[in-house]
C-alpha cells in the first residue's frame, strides 16, 4: 500500500531525507537571485517554516553550505537534492527554513504567492497573477529588521 500524499510531508529524490511539518503550508514564493538560480538551476520555489515547526529524519545525510553571511543551503549527500535554504542569522527569525517546494509530496491546492529579488529576474520569466513582490533593496531591508526585537 502506497503513502497518501500530502503536503505536509516531503522529502529528497532518495528518501534518505525525509521531513513533516506540523501545519499544511498555505502557499510558496518565488525567489530570482542569482544565488538561487545557481542553486536551483532555475526558479527557486520555496516555502516558509519556522524550526519548531518541521520535524527532519535523516538529518545525517544533509550537507549544508554557508552562502552568505546570514544563510546556508541544504542538500541531500546521497542525491544532492536541494533542500532548504536557512537564516542563520540571529535574532527573531533565526532558523527561518525556506524548504524547496519541489521536495514536497504534492504541491496540491498550494498557490504562489510571493516572488522576491524580481530585480534580477530574468526578462524571459513571467509568473500570472498578482502577489506579493519584492526587490533585492526590498528583501535586504527586511533581512536587516530581522535582527531587531
Known amino acids: 500500500m502506497s503513502e497518501a500524499k500530502t503536503t505536509q510531508a516531503g522529502g529528497c529524490l532518495c528518501g ?3 521531513y513533516t511539518l506540523a501545519d499544511a503550508p498555505e ?5 530570482h537571485c542569482n544565488m538561487c538560480r545557481r542553486w536551483s538551476g532555475g526558479i527557486e520555489l520555496g516555502l516558509q517554516i ?3 515547526r518541521i ?3 535523516g538529518m545525517d545525510d544533509v550537507a549544508t553550505y554557508k552562502s552568505s553571511e ?8 546521497k542525491c544532492g537534492s ?5 537564516l542563520t542569522a540571529e535574532g527573531p527569525m533565526s532558523g527561518l527554513t525556506a524548504l524547496c ?6 504541491l496540491d491546492g498550494l498557490e504562489l504567492t510571493s516572488e522576491v529579488y524580481i530585480d534580477q529576474k530574468p526578462a524571459g520569466h513571467a509568473f500570472a497573477g498578482e502577489r506579493t513582490r519584492m526587490t533585492e533593496a526590498d528583501v535586504m531591508a527586511m533581512v536587516a529588521n530581522m535582527g531587531e526585537s
Do not use: H, Q
Open 16 to 18: 534518505a531525507v525525509r
Open 27 to 31: 502557499g510558496y514564493g518565488a525567489c
Open 50 to 52: 519556522m524550526p519548531d
Open 55 to 57: 520535524t527532519w529524519e
Open 70 to 77: 546570514w544563510a546556508e543551503r541544504g542538500w541531500c549527500r
Open 82 to 86: 536541494s533542500l532548504f535554504w536557512r
Open 101 to 106: 517546494a519541489g521536495t514536497l509530496d504534492t
